[in-house]
């Protein structure tokens, strides 16, 4: 089966996402049908569209002519039966489960026996929506996302009765459309939303036991080299559209505590704290998250003995810290970090500072960290007021901007990862998507610095898993437990 860039597409629902889809159709030469049932709302779109592309005319981002013949292979419609013609339909109406099943069934009545229905739903099982048709096989999920013209990825989902050609048939056209596509199965939250819920639940765990405050948690996030800190994200997502996509994942999961929801986050949509759009969120609008303040380097503290554990780029670093002193190297550690006339500082291993010891303090994993850039830390409870003072210097001398935070297990970045990389290996496992998909899905759709599977090839998946072992213990709970995917890394 194959879809050619000179099909006719028929666009169902002219809202934001349908909109772009449109679009993007047309840029790649289809004539496009586009029908809403909002009288009046597919031409509305399509006039849109055309003061878009006369704006990126006048910018000189897009030639006159090719502008003109995009807008004139869009047709809007005002019955589907007028688009009867069309071999590959794009729907992108309401989501809710009657309403699609409903439309996919009166398609079947009008369109030819060997068109292509795809749906751009984002929670709702492909499965289900294809129970009822008389066809379930050439239904497929066309995942894409918002802007749709400027991201990149297309999640192609099979449900249980896709034909393997009709997925393979929306791969090749995404790729026509300049998309890159990822195969995955119809299962809760595809692969973008099931990903990266954990990046959400551990900010919001930090903030439910009062770990750190929002501006902490995302700077220390961006100096990871996420594009965004999740707080922020969160209020730029919007809390309610966030908690109800959240609370799909964990329903849709026989209410998997792994997926559990987060206190914090209900009580902000309960309180109509959603973030930009409301004007509040973990921040007031428009002034944002507030700056920390800049980073000072320190000269490193004086110690008479200093031993330096371990092995890596955060050891060497570290060692860097200390030039001019007499050091002590033991490569073969089974901890990272130094000892200064007995006191520790740590590379967190996912267990808290308190628990190692007194005159200890953990730092986070600083993965594509740049000099000067924030890392989070924690004190044993223990710790004496020498240390307590001498720890966030020995950080600063190494070029790391010490945030210090409670003693939570396995600080922000660590647990934060280890949990992106427990998921993703959990949907691998599961047959969601391959590793490769992960992390080109993660990457595109959420504009992840690196895939899980990346980041777990420069780290250790014994780490990865002593950590959210660490996790586990201290928490009691379903949360952390390790996925049989990742144990099968080890
Ligand atoms: P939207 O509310 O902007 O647009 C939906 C449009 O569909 C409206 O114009 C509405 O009048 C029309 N509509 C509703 N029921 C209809 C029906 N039975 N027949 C014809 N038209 C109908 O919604 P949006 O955001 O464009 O979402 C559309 C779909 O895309 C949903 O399934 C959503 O989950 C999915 N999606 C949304 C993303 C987003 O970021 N907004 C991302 C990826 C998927």
């Not at 981002?61 to 589907?80: F, H, Y």
């Not at 079947?108 to 099982?125: C, D, K, Q, Y």
């Not at 993965?367 to 989070?376: F, S, V």
């Not at 590793?435 to 959420?446: E, I, N, P, R």
Request: include cysteine; aromatic fraction near 6%; glycine fraction near 10%.
């Amino acid at each position: 089966m194959q879809l050619s860039t000179s099909a006719p597409v028929l666009v169902i629902g002219a809202g934001i996402m349908g909109a772009g889809i449109a679009q993007t159709a047309a840029q790649a030469g289809h004539p496009v049908f586009l029908f809403d049932m909002r009288e009046g709302a597919a031409a509305a779109a399509r006039d849109k569209l055309g003061s878009t592309l006369q704006g990126l005319v006048a910018k000189g981002k897009l030639a006159a002519d090719a502008a003109e013949a995009t807008l004139a292979r869009i047709t809007p419609v005002a019955t589907l039966a007028e688009a009867a013609s069309a071999t590959l339909v794009v729907e992108a109406i309401v989501e809710n489960l009657e309403a699609k099943r409903g439309l996919f069934r009166e398609l079947e009545g009008l369109l030819p026996e060997s068109a292509v229905l795809a749906t751009n739903t984002s929670s709702i099982s492909v499965t289900a929506i294809g129970n009822g048709l008389k066809h379930p096989g050439r239904l497929v999920g066309m995942h894409f996302f918002n802007p749709v013209p400027l991201m990149k990825l297309v999640e192609v989902v099979s449900g249980l009765a896709t034909e393997p050609a009709v997925a393979e048939a929306i791969f090749a056209l995404s790729q026509a459309w300049g998309k890159t596509p990822v195969h995955t199965r119809s299962t809760p939250g595809f692969i973008v939303n099931r990903i990266a819920r954990p990046y959400y639940a551990e900010a919001l765990q930090l903030l439910l036991e009062q770990a750190a405050e929002p501006a902490v948690l995302d700077a220390c996030l961006r100096a990871a080299g996420f594009r965004m800190g999740p707080c922020e994200l969160m209020d730029l997502i919007g809390h309610d559209t966030n908690f109800a996509v959240t609370n799909s994942v964990y329903d849709a999961n026989f209410q998997d505590k792994r997926f559990v929801p987060s206190l914090v986050q209900r009580e902000m949509v309960d309180g109509g704290l959603l973030g930009r759009k409301s004007g509040r969120g973990f921040y007031r609008y428009p002034a944002g998250a507030p700056a920390l303040p800049a980073f000072e380097p320190a000269e490193p503290p004086d110690g008479r003995s200093i031993v330096l554990h371990g092995r890596g780029p955060v050891a060497e670093r570290l060692q860097t810290a200390m030039a001019h002193r007499t050091v002590i190297v033991q490569r073969n550690s089974d901890w990272t970090g130094f000892e200064v006339d007995g006191a520790q500082l740590r590379l967190t291993d996912g267990r808290t500072a308190t628990a190692l010891g007194a005159d200890v303090a953990v730092f986070d994993l600083p993965i594509q960290h740049e000099p000067g850039q924030p890392l989070a830390y924690a004190l044993s409870a223990r710790a004496s007021a020498a240390w307590a003072a001498a720890a966030p210097q020995w950080l600063r001398a190494a070029g790391f901007h010490a945030q210090r935070i409670a003693d939570a297990p396995g600080l922000v970045v660590a647990r934060t990862v280890a949990m992106l990389i427990n998921e993703a290996s959990d949907a691998v496992l599961q047959g969601v998507c391959s590793g490769a998909g992960a992390d080109a899905a993660m990457k595109l759709g959420v504009n992840y610095p690196a895939g899980p599977f990346e980041w777990l090839a420069r780290w250790d998946a014994a780490a990865v898993v002593r950590l959210l072992d660490a996790l586990d213990g201290h928490h009691r709970g379903e949360r952390y437990r390790v996925s049989p995917g990742l144990l099968r890394r080890l």
